[in-house]
């Protein structure tokens, strides 16, 4: 479902619950300033569980490398370490550079030791090379991605051919009745994402649902395409 607002649009004749909305949801999107920092507050405490099943879900051990794209208030960079290391590297990519500031401050001891990099970046255009990667998330994100078929193409490219991409999303149903998802998120259906994941040369590998009843979260864990 696209939405009818992009986040951050704000229209004159909006109310004060539009407006603050619509705030709202552009904070959701790419936390900044102060008022991000809380968000990403709230963003850990609320995703701590779903993110901690992505991480499980892409098998990823010791000695090898992983990505959180789009990592927001960054719960899933401890996370990815405690799995990968001795040996192994994380990389953080996120858009905004209130996250990226906030994260080199209190992952600072981990990039001085070179077990993590942050980087400024979309998963549209990610700034990591080919076949760099053994295991990767992104939780919430493609709410706020215009080309999907663009961010799949740049996970397959920068998937090992054994690794695992694991894609969160909340049920869109469930999402479509939150009141800010009407001001800058677009909901797709669960079965376009796989098509678009299909599309961009990635196969799924299972889909484990977190959380209870129809509205459970998804959890889309893919690897690439081997002909």
Known sequence: ????????????????????????ARQLGRPDGMRGR????????????TVTAAVDATGVGS??????????????????LVRVLPGGHVHGVDLSDTMLDRAKRRYRK????????LHAGSITALPLSDESLDAAITVNTIYFVADLDQAFTEL????????????GLGDPAVMAKLPFTAHGFTLRPV???????????????GHPRIGQGGGAYH?????????
């Open 1 to 24: 479902m696209n939405t009818s607002a992009k986040a951050g649009d704000y229209h004159p004749k909006m109310g004060v619950r539009d407006r603050f909305l619509t705030g709202l």
């Open 191 to 205: 079965e376009d994402v796989v098509a678009s994941l299909t599309k961009a040369g990635l196969t799924i590998l």
């Open 219 to 227: 959890l889309l864990v893919a690897g690439r395409t081997l002909s």
């Open 110 to 117: 981990e990039t001085l030791a070179g077990s993590l990099t």
């Open 38 to 49: 809380f968000v990403a507050r709230g963003l850990n405490r609320g995703n701590r569980g």
């Open 63 to 80: 000695g090898q490398t992983a990505a959180d794209i789009g990592f927001g208030g960054g719960v899933g960079l401890p996370l990815l």
């Open 156 to 167: 397959a490219r920068v998937l090992r051919p054994s690794g695992r991409v694991v894609v």
